[in-house]
């Protein structure tokens, strides 16, 4: 009888504790874990890190990310710690003798913020080729609580899985179900083999938040446990989540053979690392929230706009819609300037003297005959100047419209191509950053704009995805796709250094690409495209899932022919994020715009000094695309605020959940809208902490927002 003695490795970094247990003749597992002083064990595990390649596949048949004949193979070879400021890394190094493979697992976590990140670099130590087709970045057990009675087991009945889908107008729809709905129970006990079956959430091309979205709760109540958990990538990804009979298991992965037409052969003394991926722990649903809110924070790229970000109005949403003219920006930016906003955007449509702003993207020269005159746009954007506001622009960087000079003046080499041919996408060549030309030609741009011009603030968009991705230069079409979305990272990194105070706002046809790898480096998130004043609230309150509250960009467009009630239903629909407004302010009565300058006072007062430091909650639970009655909070300590939205509904008591300030004293008010509108009756019930509200019961779209003040 063989004797196995294993070996336990403990890594302590801030807030996060985890525990690795490795043999001789076992892979590295984690046995332990524990952030911000919730503990896990782990009685069934799953090897730290699953490789796939061609020519050795699973080791039981299946299309899992995990059950790897390399992933069991795997041994444990050494360890290294390192701390740099508030960062600590660990990285275990495994090996595979067999196949001349050194496989490093790096957990990294940032000891002001409760989560960790991690990724896997695969090194070929052979003569030998190595044909990758799949790793993880992360993949565990569920695990049960550290205290769990001996004998407790993590069966998947116990257990729920949040998860979001995405669409063009139609972003922040969220589902709770139970992981048996999604994986039943099929006796695979009489087989003595893990079944097949897994949940298996992809997606493709480069809008990383476009149908699916990479990241997801699992949350057992029972347990009082949940895992929040996601990819951080800008490009194509996966995450499984598992039945492993005796427990459950999650998997994440960037690009994989089978999905994505993604491949990576290594050479000798080449290595592979994936994109990374980030998890955390806490006892509920609000717990793991909280602690991402927190890593948000701490890892996203400094700003002076992070901790008060400022009021913007942009052209385009039911305004000018990518017709822009010094007739009808100048009157837009004196109203603009009067309500309050901080920034002026001009959208799409500044560089096009054709009559048609799409095709003819890319070589971003202003246009003359739509700002005419000695002065052409820089009379639009001195006068963004004289009324106090930062001048913006918007770009599609990553594009080429087939109809721009710049089609004919960079190679080839500078565009996504297929089988010798670029990738041709809705009249738009896509930009290959790998390319020297390409980056070159976008710095010569950003730099234009911001020396010339003043630019202080850069929507980028992106309105078309290229697919598989582009086999020029690469391995296969995928792998030439997460070559570009890293260097798209890298030259949005080298935009930063060179202009640091230039505000950012990422945009993909609104919310289509919503990732961490995107919105950890810029200051502002489109949150939509959607025109529809009455949809997008569901929109707005369940921004915060992906995104910081003050980087939610959620359009409000009150407009002339809307009367009070509309315009505010409008105003609350960006009050609780980044106040982001457009409309014609120009055609509006006088009364009109005092609705709308009392919306950015109300923000500027009640919000914005404590957004930055906020965390975001839902009293009524996440919204429904159908819920007649919405909310979304925020959590700024002593204090709380809430809207409420009410889309035609029959009204009466809605009960705001405040669990957090149960007990406590609080003194209610309305922020807005205040003058002039009739106010809901409103108290707080500290006994049971809840909020009270009374919706008006004759119909319409109406909104308020209070606030909270605990004693």
Same mark, same amino acid.
Not at 218 to 247: C, P, Y
């Given at each position: 009888m063989e004797i196995m003695m294993s070996q336990t490795l403990t890594w302590n970094a801030g807030p996060v504790s985890m525990a690795f247990e490795y043999a001789d003749g076992q892979p590295v597992v984690m046995r332990a874990l524990e952030i911000n002083g919730v503990s896990v064990q782990f009685p069934e595990s799953t090897p730290i890190a699953e490789v796939m390649t061609t020519d050795t596949g699973h080791m039981i048949s299946c299309n899992k990310l995990t059950h790897t004949v390399i992933g069991r193979e795997l041994r444990y070879s050494s360890h290294q710690t390192n701390t740099t400021g508030y960062r600590s890394e660990l990285k275990i190094v495994l090996e595979d003798e067999d196949r001349d493979l050194e496989v490093a697992v790096r957990y990294s976590v940032d000891e002001r913020s409760p989560m960790v990140q991690t990724d896997v670099t695969v090194t070929n130590m052979g003569l030998e080729p190595v044909l990758l087709d799949s790793v993880t970045s992360w993949s565990s057990t569920f695990g049960i609580p550290a205290n769990a009675d001996e004998g407790t087991e993590s069966g998947l009945e116990h257990w729920d899985l949040l998860e979001g889908r995405f669409d063009w107008l139609a972003e922040g729809r969220w589902s709770r179900k139970s992981l048996r709905e999604l994986l039943p129970a099929i006796g695979q006990e009489l087989t003595n083999v893990d079944p097949r079956q897994s949940h298996q959430v992809v997606s493709t091309g #480069?809008?990383? !938040? &476009? !149908?699916?979205?990479? $990241? =997801?709760? @699992?949350?057992?109540? =029972?347990?009082? $446990?949940? +895992? @929040?958990?996601?990819?951080?990538?800008? &490009? =194509? +990804?996966? +995450?499984?989540?598992?039945?492993? #009979? =005796?427990? &459950?298991c999650v998997a994440l992965s960037g690009p994989t053979n089978e999905n994505h037409a993604w491949f990576k052969e290594l050479h000798l003394g080449e290595s592979f690392t994936t994109v990374p991926a980030s998890f955390t722990i806490a006892h509920e649903f609000d717990g793991v929230i909280a602690n991402v809110t927190d890593y948000r924070r701490e890892v996203r790229s400094p700003h002076v706009d992070n901790v008060e970000p400022s009021v913007v109005f942009n052209d385009y949403m039911n305004t000018i819609y990518g017709d822009p003219t010094t007739e009808k920006e100048l009157p837009l930016i004196e109203a603009a300037g009067k309500a309050g906003i901080e920034i002026f955007v001009i959208d799409c449509g500044w560089y096009d003297d054709t009559g048609n702003w799409w095709p003819s993207v890319g070589e971003w020269m202003p246009s003359k005959t739509r700002f005419p005159g000695e002065k052409g746009i820089v009379e639009v954007i001195d006068a963004i100047k004289d009324a106090g506001m930062i001048p913006g622009i918007w770009i599609e960087p990553e594009v080429i419209g087939v109809k721009s000079p710049m089609a004919q003046k960079l190679p080839d080499s500078a565009f996504f191509q297929r089988h010798g041919k670029r990738v041709v996408e809705q009249e738009r060549y896509l930009l290959d950053l790998r390319d020297p030309a390409a980056r070159r030609h976008l710095d010569s741009v950003i730099d234009r704009l911001v020396g010339e011009y003043g630019i202080g603030y850069f929507k980028f968009d992106y309105n078309v995805s290229p697919g598989a991705g582009t086999d020029y230069d690469a391995d296969a079409p995928g792998a030439g796709l997460l070559g570009h979305n890293r260097a798209y990272s890298d030259w949005i990194d080298g935009l930063r250094e060179r202009y640091p105070d230039v505000i950012l706002e990422n945009c993909s046809s609104g919310g289509m690409r919503e990732d961490f790898a995107q919105t950890s480096r810029f200051q502002v998130q489109s949150t939509s495209d959607q025109q529809d004043f009455r949809l997008y609230p569901v929109i707005a309150a369940a921004s915060p899932m992906m995104v910081l509250p003050e980087q939610a960009a959620s359009w409000a467009y009150p407009q002339s022919d809307m009367g009070a009630e509309e315009t505010a239903f409008n105003i609350n629909t960006t009050f609780l994020g980044r106040f982001f407004l457009s409309g014609y302010l120009n055609r509006m009565n006088e009364r009109q715009l005092a609705w709308v300058q009392e919306g950015v006072n109300a923000y500027k007062k009640h919000v914005q000094p404590v957004i930055g430091e906020s965390k975001p909650f839902w009293p009524m639970g996440l919204p429904g695309w159908n819920d007649k009655v919405l909310a979304l909070g925020l959590d700024a300590g002593d204090r709380a605020l809430a809207t409420v939205w009410s889309r035609d509904s029959e009204g009466g008591d809605v009960r705001l959940h405040l669990d957090r300030w149960t007990g406590r004293a609080g003194e209610v008010s309305a922020v807005y809208p205040v003058d002039g509108y009739a106010q809901w009756p409103v108290h707080w019930d500290a006994a049971s902490g809840e909020l009270v509200v009374t919706v008006p019961s004759d119909g319409g779209y109406v909104s308020r927002t209070f606030e909270v003040n605990f004693n």
């Open positions: #480069t809008w990383s !938040t &476009g !149908t699916n979205v990479p $990241l =997801a709760i @699992l949350e057992s109540k =029972a347990m009082k $446990l949940a +895992w @929040l958990f996601q990819i951080e990538h800008n &490009g =194509a +990804w996966r +995450w499984d989540v598992q039945d492993n #009979t =005796a427990d &459950g």
